[in-house]
């Protein structure tokens, strides 16, 4: 008698989960080969369906085990839930997030804990945050939310907890948002713990993640995992705790596939396992604060560890000290660069932070104002000067930089706008016999890379270090007591409804590098709007100012946390299509709207900040409501009716990070 299976296929159709049949036994989480249409592809057993089946229907039949080695049962539920709340088909889910399969994979590597270091004694604050902790059962689901200013000696705190749950032979999995903050915590976990620890992120071997999977689902003992957004899927058994650390970062939110957020879906991961939950920041989400603030679950830490002081915050005002883009030093004012020289000369580090890559952010004729833009995307191509090229920052196209102006010949070509390279250039020029190096996409390639240019700048070997947000995020900087940020002003202006939140977790950030171990230390701000508020917070170290005025803008434009939001993106290379498209599908959504889901408000269709990208055009349609339910089910209904041509696709983001 063949049996019958609900299989979760991998295809990007709406209902991935499809009947197949079989004369032997599956389990639920086999990973399995199917026949689809006339392909053959991949599935996941999703369980056994009993009772009667249409008997006019041939079901086809499953030809066999994938790899009898990787079983994700225990982890059906969470992809479940992922599914369904960010509207991704379930079976390309699976497969999205499973290492491929390897048949002679190589020993996996892992760092020893070494428990070297004696445990710190914590302070006050630290302790009371402790014993708040410490009262948690770790046999079953809580969450809390630790808001420690920066520097204020969270990892410590981390790690108590994480003893407590290692020595209960359990496992625990350390979320951060990137992969430049790993090397810092793997030696600190090494000197303070004594079991293995793993890493999992972007830049290890297919290898080593395959390795850790499979691991994972034995019993053997307790360990670690430190890993970035995507180890949220790592099937692991005897997982005791979730920590997630600096919880409010962007990176924890997937761009493209199922764009999930990490943080959430730990949360639903801990629920759904008991499991207790730590989300730790100096600058948590506005939607983590308003969740968490008003019950016990909130922690606080107000002070930094060790007599560790904030840094004062001086704002340089540019419309005072800009001489503009033919002064010798721009964009950096003398005045500052006299700063940073005293630094230097008192045998300390300086960091300098600015958002963009390269030497001018666009080039444009003197002459006839022409500028040289991406031919496949509607964005102007970005200056390398070292490497002699223009190119574009959202697709792969580079030209040699040219020597005149296509149009009028003119050969007196203006850079305009700066980012990483140009500023080191400056600095280079002003300070000859200082050792400057940059921390950006376009140097850091590799972790080994990164930890190179870490590691000289720990041992003193660099005297500046230029950097992108890289830098701004959790390092540990012991001899840095000035960081300059430029070009702040142009992440103030982004049109977006998170703006506001995030210039401020970036400045509290960068400023947290600065005077992390006792000296007195500042940060200066260039700007052309001193008069934001958001720098008087910033300067107050005002995280609770900060956020009782957002917050408020937040209800009134009814933006999230009171309201959730969906941005559906419709893309597709020729732009009349499109454009009938993106207002055919809208239309749709304000019809089911207004007949059935009257608490859901539709928005626009409208073209993206960057319509054109790689030759493809994207418009974006919002829908806003304070109804969850009403919102997923309009959400579902919606998606069922959908035919789309060939090159015409649609991504749903469901809570975006950006609305571009
Ligand atoms: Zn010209
Ligand atoms: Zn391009």
Known sequence: MAKHFLVAVNTPFNNSLLTYKSEVEFLKGDLVEIPLGKRITFGCVINEISGDLDTDIEYKKIRGLVDDSINISGEIDFLSWISKYYHYPLGQLIFDTLPKVLKRPRELKFFEGENSIPEVVLENEQELAWEELDKLNIRSFSKKLIHGITGSGKSYIYLKFIKKVLNENRRVLFLVPEINL???FISFFVQHLKVP?????SDISNSDKYNLWKLMQEDAGP???IGVRSSIFIPIKNLGCIVVDEEHDNSFKQDDRCPYSARDAA???????????LLGSATPGMDSFYNFKKT?????????????????IDLVDLRETDYGIDFETWPIPVSTLEKVKQRLEAGEQVLFFINKLGFASYVQCRSCGHTFDCPNCSVSLTMFKGRRELSCHSCTYKEEMPSMCPMCQNMNLLNKGFGTEKVSEVLEEYFGDKSIARFDRDEIKTTKKLEEVLNSFHSRRIDILV????VSKGHNFKNVNLVVVLGIDSQMNYPDYRANERAYQLLTQISGRSGRFGKSSSVMVHTHNPENDIFSFVKAHSFDGFYQKEIEIREVCSCPPFFKLVAIYINGKDRDVLVGLANKLTSELSFLSEKYFNEVGVLGPRPTVIEKRANKYTWVTLLKSSDINQLHNLLSTWEEKIKLKSGYSIKIDVDPTFIT
């Open 182 to 184: 790993t090397p810092q």
């Open 197 to 201: 620890i793993y890493l999992y992120h």
């Open 223 to 225: 360990c670690l995992i």
């Open 267 to 277: 949360l639903k991961k801990a629920q759904l396992n008991n499991i207790p939950i």
């Open 296 to 312: 016990d679950d909130y922690i606080p830490i107000t002070k930094r560890f060790s007599k560790g002081s904030l840094p004062e």
């Open 467 to 470: 950097g992108t947000q890289m």
